[in-house]
Every structure is written in C-alpha cells, then in structure tokens.
C-alpha cells in the first residue's frame, strides 16, 4: 500500500478541513441524508450534524442545504460550492501526493519490515 | 495567515510521521534530550518517549540514539536518519504547498469574513 499523505487544511486555530469532513460531504452527496450519510460512516446523527455545522459557518456560502419535512422527513443535498469544495481537496490530495512521490517511496522504503512469520 | 495544509504521513493502520512528531525531533536535536525537548513542547517525559519509541520502531533505522548515565544523565542526539526524516517531512510540505498555493489561495477567499467589531 505504500507511504499514503493524510491532509488537513487548516484556516485559523479554529477551522479545519480533513479527510473525516470530505469524507461525509461525500457520503451526503450519495445518501441525500445527513443522518442516513453518517450511519454510513457509523458516526452519530449528532456528530454528523456538528460536522456539517462547521463547514457551514467556515465559509461564505453553504455546503450543505437541508430541506425540512416531506413525505420522508426531508433531506439533505450539497450544494454547487459544496461540490467545488470536495473536488478541491481531491484535487489538493492528487497533487501533494504526485510532487512527492519520490520521497513518500523512499520513506515506504525505510521502513522496518515486519519480522518473517514463524512456521507453526 | 491564509490557508495552510497539515500533513500526516501514513505507513499503514499502524505507523504514521505528522508534525508533532517532527517538532519533538526538532526540539530533540536542539536540546540534545528527550526530557527537555518534550518540556518546551508542554510534553510529558512519558509522551515524549513513546513518540521517540514509535519512530524507531516504525524505521528500520534508528531516528533518534540515547546515551545513557554521564554526568547531566545522559542525553539523546538525533541520527543521520532522523536528520534526513525532518528534512524530508519538511520538503514534503513545502512541495505539497507550492504545488496548491492557487487552490488554498482559492479556499481562503470562500472563507466566511469575521463580522465587523461592534464599537464599544
């Protein structure tokens, strides 16, 4: 599997964007529900919904909208700069991993290797 | 301050290199001592060297060598290795980010602006 980059993005002491929260964004873009997306995750309606809550208030325009009521007790759905924000930090991800390849292998290479398994 | 990324280098479910490791090693090869680098990081003896201990274990080289009784007690010093694992986490970052400065550039503008101060 190799040296694998994990990214936050970090925008004050108080608002970050990682792999957990794109994580659910997509899941919310496929399950159309906030709950039905973070039982995906097997995260809790409430954390999923605090998770949400974040992205919200990090920036100028939604990333979630929320519809109330309905036959199905409403939903969920991303928006247009919801969807921007996902393929952005896909697209950050692509490219720390691509200008690094080189250093990730040779610290995948440096590894310890795992002691050969006994015959039982 | 502007957006800015955090990367963990993940080996496997098991092993991974972020930046608090990294700064403990920093402060080890400045200190010359586990117990003083953990201190100016407001780290415990105890956390300082289980962090050490996990790098050593991750790596088929050792990152960081201890020596043992003296007249202060000993001390640590950080190895070739571990001066080439900065060294690379570092250029791993600094790459990662010239290579998504218009894209963080971009997240930061969408950010919600604080709302303006209320004259007292």
């Known amino acids: 599997m190799g040296a694998r980059l994990v990214l936050r993005i970090d925008f004050d002491g108080r608002h970050a964007v990682g792999p957990g929260k794109i994580r659910l964004l997509e899941a919310i873009r496929d399950a159309g529900s906030i709950r039905e997306a973070g039982r995906s995750l097997g995260m809790s309606y409430r954390r999923a919904w605090l998770l949400v ?55 995948d290479a440096a590894r310890r290797k795992p002691a050969p398994e006994r015959q039982s």
Chains 1, 2 share one sequence.
């Open 53 to 107: 809550a974040a992205l919200n208030e990090c920036f100028e325009e939604r990333v979630v909208s929320t519809q109330l009521g309905g036959a199905h007790g409403g939903g969920a759905t991303i928006t247009e700069f919801g969807t921007r924000l996902i393929e952005t930090y896909r697209e950050i991800e692509r490219e720390a991993h691509s200008a690094n390849a080189g250093r990730l292998a040779t610290l």
